[in-house]
């Protein structure tokens, strides 16, 4: 079974601080993704990746950033946190190129709060 | 262009009974369509998924859904309702290098 893993499934930050969201899969899959949700707007695409090195902006990039250094690995960093940050994010993976994709395998989420 | 509406937030049924969630969509493309499943604090399952082959799609826990090309929906059905049902239910549509997240119905399932 594909198994994607976010390190942390709760966190609670304050105003200004940096954050790190880590996610992992074992599948050896060429994209990568990070939605954050919302109640009432569904998944929305904040940044993927679709080679090592390699991102692209999604929907609402503002205010974060991204990093994969490793095929399996794609981080998303909150440089200063803010209050309307709080959300839930959830890091996916799939196989197929582009944003066409087939399958998207989900992580458990990360839950963030912002003081 | 690509959208995708649930046109329910909520929907409430009693165990045993039929399951229906609708979904409407807008694709300039020939679009692969799938559904999701949410329970509390985990993330997205996939149920099923169209990809341009039999119109009616049978997914896991007895869920199917129907590709209607001319009424552009893709409903979720399930004969009767469990207890476990009970979760969010994200309709999807992708095509054109973009994939859309409806914006979810809750289902509750009374006893």
């Known amino acids: 079974d594909v198994k994607v893993t976010q390190s942390s499934r709760y966190l609670v930050k304050r105003t200004g601080e940096k954050v790190f969201l880590e996610c992992v899969q074992d599948m050896d899959h060429e994209n990568m993704f990070w939605y954050r949700q919302d109640p009432g707007l569904g998944l929305r695409l904040i940044y993927f990746s679709y080679d090592v090195k390699m991102k692209e902006k999604g929907d609402i990039p503002e205010g974060y950033s991204v990093s994969r250094e490793k095929k399996e690995r794609f981080s998303l960093i909150l440089e200063s946190a803010s209050t309307n940050q709080t959300s839930m994010y959830l890091c996916?993976?799939?196989?197929?190129?582009?944003?066409?994709?087939?399958?998207?395998?989900f992580g458990e989420g990360s839950r963030l709060t912002v003081l | 262009a690509q959208s995708v509406t649930q046109l329910d937030s909520h929907v409430s049924v009693s165990e045993g009974t039929p399951v229906l969630l609708r979904c409407n969509y807008s694709s300039s493309y020939s679009p692969s369509l799938f559904w999701y499943v949410q329970h509390p604090n985990k993330g997205l399952q996939l149920l099923l998924k169209?990809?341009?082959?039999?119109?009616l799609v049978k997914g896991i826990n007895g869920f199917e859904a129907e590709f209607k090309k001319s009424e552009t929906s893709f409903h979720l059905t399930k004969p009767s309702a469990h207890m476990s049902d009970a979760a969010e239910y994200f309709c999807v549509v992708s095509g054109g290098f973009k994939t859309i997240f409806g914006a979810g119905t809750r289902l509750f399932v009374k006893a």
């Open positions: 169209y990809t341009s082959a039999a119109t």
């Open positions: 996916a993976s799939s196989l197929i190129s582009g944003l066409n994709t087939g399958e998207l395998f």
